[in-house]
């Protein structure tokens, strides 16, 4: 039995959390310039307490990371998310996490205290998720731009994922 959840953790962790396509390894997908789509407006509810707005954030380089409790890659990213959070953290870019089918409010808050999350987390639903384009598998990550527009899109689990993000953030900071 436990050979048989280890080798189910190995997997998720390497192809991550999707039910709905058999390949789910970690892809990017930058968007050009022409096309880049608004990012969606919200109001979200802070695990910590309070709302977020999207408003909040605009102006911001953010990094803004969909992920699920029950997801073994996303909490294997939590870790280098936190790194990006301490190491950007008031220089211009927002590090968000958004949970979504994770439950209620009251089920989520013991998981991020347990997690150690050192970036803000809201609850997602469906309309953020929708604006977002819809969600195929966790961890899904967006990088959005100063003004608002989805630049990158990293579906699943990667284990450069935070260099490349870096690299972004280093790249929007400058436009």
């Known amino acids: ?27 990017t997908s930058e968007i050009s310039d022409d096309t880049k789509p608004p990012a969606p407006d919200f109001d979200l509810v802070n695990v910590a307490g309070g709302t977020m707005k999207s408003s909040d954030i605009k102006g911001k380089v953010a990094v803004i990371d969909f992920w699920a409790t029950w997801c073994a890659p996303c909490l294997v990213e939590i870790p280098n998310f936190n790194k990006l959070h301490s190491e950007h953290d008031g220089k211009g870019v927002q590090m968000l996490a958004i949970t979504v089918e994770s439950g209620h409010l009251a089920n989520i808050k013991p998981k991020i205290a347990r997690l ?38 990293y579906l699943g689990m990667t284990a450069n994922k935070k260099e490349l993000i870096e690299k972004d953030i280093e790249k929007l900071l400058t436009q």
């Open 1 to 27: 039995m436990k050979t048989t959840v280890l080798i189910l953790t190995f997997l998720l962790a390497l192809f991550g959390c999707d039910s709905t396509r058999p390949d789910t390894r970690a892809s």
């Open 116 to 153: 150690d999350m050192k970036y803000p987390v809201l609850v997602g639903d469906d309309k953020v998720v929708e604006g977002f384009g819809g969600l195929i598998g966790f961890p899904t990550t967006y990088v959005v731009t100063k003004d608002w527009k989805i630049y990158k899109k």
